[in-house]
């Protein structure tokens, strides 16, 4: 993390500033770079859990700051790609991209049809996805149980609702390391949600 500290602080700026771009908000009262950061650090405290080699560290936390620029800031996956390979080489590139296609909901009416089975599997079968997948849950999860209005008691209800389908959709079984959900974020995410 120190050795890629200028790298990763680009990618922080850029991600920001493409999602003011497009003028998108997180809750009320904070730019969008404000939930991003939140996902870009859980990645960077559990990492270690997951990252298998020094050259997936930048992806990794590329696609933490990049998760919903498919999504949300009107990104295509080429677009993606091409970002990544200011700091990347081709194959962290791909890999950053792939992260980041993984995460982009399906096209849906609803919350469900938006993140169905195929959504589900693209996160199972990308390296990385499941702990960005999860970072991301775990953000918006401390964010919406640590303020009080009526978006965020909504979706207090709603993510505890869905946290056992959830953590079962992303899990890919795998003993590879780079599909793993970290144990201490499981945690995290379990004392946060008994807690709250």
């Known amino acids: 993390m120190d050795r890629h500290a200028q790298t990763i602080e ?3 700026q850029a991600a920001h ?3 003011d771009s497009v003028n998108q908000r997180y809750g009320k009262n904070h730019p969008y770079g404000f939930h991003l950061d939140m996902v ?3 990645v960077s405290r559990y990492g270690h859990e997951a990252c298998a080699a020094e050259e997936d560290v930048l ?3 590329f696609g933490a700051y990049f998760h919903d620029s498919i999504e949300d800031a009107r990104l295509t996956y080429n677009d ?3 970002t990544a390979t200011q700091w990347m080489d081709d194959r962290q590139a791909l890999m950053a991209a792939e992260i980041v296609y993984a995460l ?3 096209k849906g009416r609803t919350r469900a049809e938006r993140a169905g089975e195929h959504y589900y599997q693209g996160i199972r ?3 990385y996805a499941p702990m960005v997948k999860l970072a991301d849950r775990l953000a918006n999860t401390s964010y919406s149980f640590s303020t009080d209005d009526g978006t965020n008691n909504q979706m207090k209800k709603v993510y505890a609702e869905e946290m056992p389908h959830f953590l079962e959709a992303i899990d890919a079984k795998s003993s590879d390391r780079r599909y793993a959900l970290p144990q201490e974020m499981l945690d995290a995410l379990e004392t946060l949600m008994r807690d709250s």
């Open 40 to 42: 870009a650090e859980v």
């Open 10 to 12: 680009q990618m922080k």
């Open 17 to 19: 500033e493409l999602h």
């Open 104 to 106: 982009t909901n399906d």
């Open 80 to 82: 993606v790609k091409r």
């Open 125 to 127: 079968l990308t390296p």
């Open 59 to 61: 992806p990794l936390l």
